[in-house]
C-alpha cells in the first residue's frame, strides 16, 4: 500500500519535485525528499524507489553533461558542414525540410528539436551537410558541435534576435550567414527597410520564407551563400572512355592532380602513367599533364594506370 506522508517537509520537497523543469532541480527536490522519508520498516519500499529515482536522475545528468562537453556523438562531419542555429519556434526545422532530404518533426510547441538532425543539401554538383541542433535558449542546446562546423546559418524572427544568438554562441572559426525569416508576413516596405538595415550592419544575411509553398522565398539566395562561404574546388573523374562521375572530389584552392589521385585513394598517384584533363584549367580537351598541373574548379581529369 502507498504510504501517506505526513511530513510537511517532504510534502513541500515532493511538490516542488512535481513542478522541476530540469534534472538538477528535480535531483535537488528528490534528495530532500529522501532526507525527511520516513525511516521505520514500513517504509523501505519507498526509500528503495526514491533511491533507484534518484540514481537514473543522476545518470540523466551526467549524460546531458557529457554531451555539452563534447557536442553529440556518432555524427560524422561531412566535407562541408552547416549548422542551422537558432531560438525555439524560429522556424528552423521547417528550414531544414525545405534546404535537405529530411523529413523533421515541425510542430508549434516549444523546443521540438531534442538531438541534433542531419540532412544533405545538393547544390552545384555538391552535396552539403547541414545539421539543424536544438534552440539555443534551451537545455537540449550543443555547443560541441559548433566548433568543427565550417559555417552556420543564424535564424531569427527578427532582427533584434541576432545579437542574442550571437552571444549564446562559443568562439568558432565557421562563417556567419545570417538568415531572417517569415518573409510572408512582411508587406514590401518592411522587407526592403529590413534589407537596408542588414546592408547597414553589413550582414551576409538572407531574408527568407522557410514554409515550402511560399513563393519568392529568398531560399535559392540562402543556398547559393551557403555554397559561397565555401573555399573549394569541384573536381569531377572518369574512366577512359567514359562519361564523367556526377559527384565530384572535393579539394582545396591550389591543389595539384597528384593531390586529386591520393583524395582517390592514398599512393593512387604511383600507379597513374598519364592523365589527361578537360576544364578551365586546360589549353584544350583532353590535354595531358603532369601530377604537379594545378587544377581548377570544374576540371575533369582522367587517370591511366599501370
Not at 559548433?146 to 554562441?169: F, G, N, P
Request: positive net charge.
Amino acid at each position: 500500500m502507498p504510504i501517506n506522508v505526513n511530513d510537511p517537509e517532504y510534502t513541500k520537497a515532493e511538490k516542488e519535485y512535481l513542478e522541476a523543469k530540469t534534472p538538477d532541480e528535480r535531483l535537488e527536490a528528490l534528495n530532500r525528499m529522501i532526507s525527511h522519508a520516513p525511516k521505520h520498516k514500513g517504509a523501505e519500499n519507498l526509500r528503495q524507489q526514491l533511491t533507484q529515482r534518484r540514481k537514473r536522475l543522476e545518470e540523466e545528468a551526467e549524460r546531458k553533461k557529457k554531451k555539452s562537453k563534447g557536442g553529440k556523438g556518432g555524427i560524422k562531419k561531412g566535407e562541408m558542414q552547416v549548422l542551422i542555429i537558432g531560438k525555439t519556434n524560429s522556424g528552423k526545422s521547417s528550414l531544414m525540410k525545405s534546404l535537405t532530404n529530411t523529413t523533421p518533426k515541425i510542430s508549434p510547441v516549444p523546443f521540438t528539436t531534442k538531438e541534433p538532425l542531419v540532412g544533405v543539401m545538393d547544390y552545384e554538383s555538391s552535396q552539403i551537410q547541414i545539421i539543424e541542433i536544438p534552440a539555443i535558449e534551451g537545455e537540449d542546446f550543443e555547443k560541441g558541435i559548433i566548433h568543427t562546423a565550417d559555417a552556420m546559418v543564424l535564424l531569427a524572427d527578427k532582427i533584434e534576435d541576432i545579437d542574442y544568438i550571437r552571444e549564446k554562441l562559443p568562439p568558432h572559426g565557421g562563417k556567419e550567414i545570417i538568415a531572417v525569416n517569415k518573409s510572408d508576413l512582411m508587406t514590401e516596405e518592411e522587407k526592403r527597410k529590413l534589407h537596408a538595415r542588414m546592408q547597414s550592419k553589413k550582414y551576409n544575411f538572407a531574408v527568407i520564407s522557410s514554409l515550402p509553398y511560399t513563393k519568392d522565398n529568398g531560399r535559392e539566395e540562402l543556398k547559393k551563400k551557403i555554397f559561397d562561404s565555401f573555399d573549394i574546388l569541384r573536381v569531377f573523374t572518369k574512366e577512359p572512355g567514359n562519361e564523367k562521375k556526377e559527384k565530384p572530389i572535393i579539394l582545396q584552392p591550389g591543389s595539384s592532380v597528384k593531390d586529386a589521385a591520393e583524395k582517390i585513394f592514398k599512393g593512387f598517384s604511383g600507379k597513374i602513367i598519364e592523365t589527361k584533363i578537360w576544364g578551365p584549367s586546360s589549353k584544350f580537351g583532353g590535354q595531358i599533364v603532369g601530377l604537379n598541373h594545378k587544377l581548377e574548379d570544374r576540371d575533369t581529369i582522367e587517370f591511366k594506370t599501370k
